[in-house]
């Protein structure tokens, strides 16, 4: 199968880098970028391009990894194109990719990705939607190669899904930022609350996270709460957040 990726950020590459060794064929690397086109193309032995006009027409799979409000636009080229069309957003609509276009789908790997950092794709759920029954099929054998986990799922199931995904991954990796600017300004490594953070990720492997909530909100514990309020008097807005985030802790607890 002949593949167009569309895009050089961290999805295209992971993306890319997967299929290529899954045995498929890339045949170019589009980027509005051309340097950033070409390091992706090399990695891969595709073909860098940066205008739009010069896509492979003859392709079986183009593959757009953009920015959401990007896509709508990016699909319009593909009006004349026989070959399937696809997005890799979470939240945006199997709608998006233009109406005039023969065959569309999505192909949704549901992970955190940075290109300086390796990942396992056989381990990442990879979520899949079509418009036909032969398109889903095309979309099922290409996961499969890839990972152990594909799941079929609507446009609306992968909207909750990436909208829950930003409270797992996006928000939690803010809360470590603060976290580290808590310990920065007291001189204190965030190596050391490496641990910490490495098992309370592993106990939701095996149980609901909120059988496993630990802390001074859960124990209703507002002697050591309030001391930690007056310890982020300088930091109001983390003080509101600490607020908030303690309060919910007691309601979902039904702590009064």
């Given amino acids: 199968m002949k593949i167009v990726i569309i895009g050089s950020g961290n999805v295209a590459t992971h993306l890319s880098l997967a299929l290529k060794a899954a045995g498929e064929e890339i045949v170019q690397v589009f980027s509005l970028n051309l340097n950033n086109a070409e390091t992706l193309a090399k990695r891969i032995q595709a073909e860098p391009i940066s205008n739009i006009s010069k896509i ?9 990894c953009v920015k959401d409000d990007a896509i709508s636009e990016i699909a319009k080229e593909f009006n004349d194109i026989d070959g399937l069309v696809v997005h890799t957003s979470g939240s945006t609509d199997i709608k998006v990719l233009s109406s005039e276009l023969k ?3 999505v192909f949704y790997p549901l992970q955190t990705f940075s290109k300086t950092k390796d990942v396992d794709f056989a381990n990442i759920p990879v ?7 032969k398109q889903l099929d095309i979309l099922k054998n290409i996961a499969h190669k890839l990972s152990s986990r594909v799941y079929t799922i609507d446009s609306e199931q992968r909207r909750v899904l990436h909208l829950a995904a930003v409270f797992a991954c996006n ?7 603060m ?4 310990l920065l300004n007291n001189n204190i490594d965030f190596d050391i609350i490496k641990p910490l953070i490495t098992e309370t990720a592993d106990k939701i492997l095996n149980d609901l996270p909120e059988n496993v909530q630990t802390g001074p909100a859960v124990r209703n514990d507002d002697n050591t709460i309030n001391k930690h309020l007056n310890m982020l008097a300088d930091l109001p807005k983390l003080q509101e957040i600490y607020i908030t985030l303690s309060n919910s802790i007691k309601l979902s607890h039904k702590i009064v």
């Fill in 127 to 133: 979520c899949i939607e079509a418009t036909d029954a």
């Fill in 103 to 105: 065959h569309v789908g």
């Fill in 171 to 177: 928000f939690t990796n803010h809360m470590y930022a």
């Fill in 179 to 182: 976290a580290n600017q808590i």
């Fill in 56 to 64: 492979n027409r003859l392709a079986d799979l183009y593959i757009i």
